[in-house]
């Protein structure tokens, strides 16, 4: 969680010229495009299948879901997206993969390449998504794309960054998405930076102001248990968002004093907080060189979305 970090200034694609094939072989060319066509297919509609693994059943088939938007005005296309589950456990969970559009989060590195929070929490939401949606739950996703969850004007961003303004909005909208989808539980995706690069571990928040504080409690120890235990990561424990150095939080949520999408209202800060249990969780660093690189993977995400789905499967059974 980190204060937004403005986008690289776009740079022009450049295109190339195509040359023209001499005018005797282009019969020649088109059949032979024809036959390679015909023998790539199978291998052609394989990969498509195989790209849907974020949005494709626990077992690799596809769940049948249709997705709808949950009706609220001014949300991204893409925003706040219900999917319901056919067999129906009558839990509904919220999932937010954190930051998005032109808030990329925490920016790690891994040789040469870029590991963006913001990628990384929607990769590990989408298939959390899925792995709920075969246990029978119905999900709602605050964002299914890169982009923020509330609709953008042209005054919301400086410079290729979004504005504080901007960003409390888009939290706030998060929440009332979670209140408007009547979900059960709210759970926050993120991933964690500090200065020394040699920290690691995995840590949880939940906020001790609502009624609901025991269950939030609960969600989060069960989730911090559950990713601990599938990552290896370092136990950094469960902390209530009162306890978030106010650098972790946004410029709004550092006066009011708790995560937007978790806390209390405060008119002004929070007028629609959200009315179910919640918990913000940082499964793993992406300033730490080996949990950036294990994020990055698909096989690492999967692994993260399992230990979410352990944990949040184990706060339903209440055991």
């Known amino acids: ?26 019969p020649a060319l088109i059949v032979a495009l024809a ?8 291998t052609v509609l394989q990969a498509v299948r195989s790209a849907g693994g974020p949005v494709v059943g626990s077992k690799g088939n596809p769940p049948g879901m249709v997705a709808g938007q949950v009706a609220m005005s001014g949300l991204q296309a893409g925003a706040c997206m219900s999917f319901s589950s056919k067999t ?3 839990k509904t969970v919220f999932i937010d993969p954190g930051h998005g559009g032109l808030d990329p989060g925490v920016v790690g590195t891994v040789g040469q390449q870029q590991v963006l929070e913001k990628d990384v929490t929607l990769a590990v939401g989408m298939r959390l998504a899925s792995l709920l949606q075969g246990d029978g739950y119905r999900v709602v996703m605050s964002r299914t794309q890169d ?12 410079t290729g960054a979004m504005t504080a303004s901007a960003v409390h909005r888009d939290l706030a909208t998060r929440a009332a998405c979670a209140n408007a989808a009547a979900a059960s539980v709210l759970v926050s995706i993120h991933f964690d930076a500090y200065d020394d690069p040699s920290v690691g571990g995995t840590e949880t928040f939940y906020d001790a102001a609502r009624p609901f504080a025991p269950d939030s409690k609960r969600l989060a120890a069960d989730l911090q248990k559950a990713l601990v235990s599938g990552l290896g990561s370092t136990d950094r ?12 939080l946004t410029a709004s949520g ?33 300033t730490n060189v080996a ?12 692994r993260v979305a399992a230990s979410l789905e352990t944990g949040l499967q184990k706060y339903f059974s209440g055991a």
Not at 35 to 42: E, T, Y
Not at 237 to 248: K, S
Request: some cysteine; hydrophobic content about 35%; overall charge positive.
């Open 35 to 42: 036959i390679a066509c015909v023998f790539a297919f199978p």
């Open 237 to 248: 424990g469960v902390w209530t968002d009162d306890q978030l150095a106010a650098p972790t």
């Open 1 to 26: 969680m980190t204060r937004p970090i403005a986008k690289p200034a776009n740079v022009p694609a450049r295109t190339r010229r195509r040359q023209r094939s001499p005018s005797l072989l282009r």
């Open 147 to 158: 982009s923020s969850v509330t609709k953008l004007s042209a005054d919301d961003s400086v």
């Open 254 to 286: 550092s006066t009011y004093g708790h995560l937007i999408e978790l806390g209390p209202r405060s008119a002004g800060y929070v007028d629609n907080p959200s009315q179910m249990p919640g918990a913000l969780v940082e499964p793993l660093f992406l």
């Open 291 to 302: 949990e950036a690189k294990l994020a990055s993977t698909t096989a690492g995400q999967q």
């Open 88 to 90: 129906g456990s009558g």
